[in-house]
């Protein structure tokens, strides 16, 4: 089958991820600018977790680019995927809840959010991989081999170490998970270069 209802679903997914996180910004109760910074921490934990919304679905559109078609398992596999992502309001409102600093549980958490919807983007890629000819199709051959490239390796390092890190130095875990997502501003240049090549 085609991939326009996926990508509009997922699309359509995203943009409600993104509207509840922006709802649970409280207007500060008076009007100073000390009562403003006070939600200082609420608004940096909103702005890494739309960074990093934003990181997937510019991914998620390349990825889709590279195909012409889905099928049952690339519909489930995304599901999966969106299930994680479908995550960032919840464990974004709570960890901005534990000010002046962040707490252990919602900050290991928030890290072990990251690191599943980065996991599940494996199984996404291998099951459009899978219904557009395999390793010999256009995101086949970007994409390369199954165990995935370097900044994935490391983006999974660094989840799993900052959800270790949460129980000791909280903030040293977002700063961390910050990093990542820096990381990955730019989209993946795998799939734009082999789509230029194929064009």
Not at 146 to 168: E, M, N, P, R, V
Request: net charge positive; with cysteine.
């Amino acid at each position: 089958m085609g991939k326009g209802r996926l990508e509009a679903f997922s699309d359509g997914v995203i943009a409600v991820i993104i509207t509840i996180m922006v709802l649970q910004l409280q207007v500060p109760e008076e009007s100073t600018w000390a009562a403003l910074l006070a939600n200082t921490p609420v608004f940096l934990s909103y702005v890494l977790s739309f960074v990093y919304v934003g990181i997937y679905w510019s991914n998620h559109h390349h990825l889709l680019q590279a195909v012409e078609r889905v099928d049952g398992g690339a519909m489930w596999a995304n599901l999966f995927f969106l299930f994680w992502l479908s995550l960032f309001p919840f464990t974004t409102s709570w960890l901005s809840q534990s000010q002046p600093m962040p707490a252990a549980v919602p900050t290991a958490l928030y890290g072990i959010v990251l690191l599943l919807a980065a996991l599940a983007w494996m199984p996404l890629s291998r099951a459009l991989i899978c219904c557009n000819g395999g390793y010999e199709s256009t995101l086949g051959r970007a994409l390369g081999g199954a165990s995935g490239d370097w900044k994935t390796k490391l983006s999974l390092l660094g989840y799993a170490a900052g959800i270790a890190l949460a129980f000791a130095a909280p903030i040293y875990s977002c700063i961390l998970y910050a990093l990542v997502a820096v990381m990955w501003i730019v989209p993946d240049r795998r799939i734009e270069r082999r789509l230029k090549q194929s064009q």
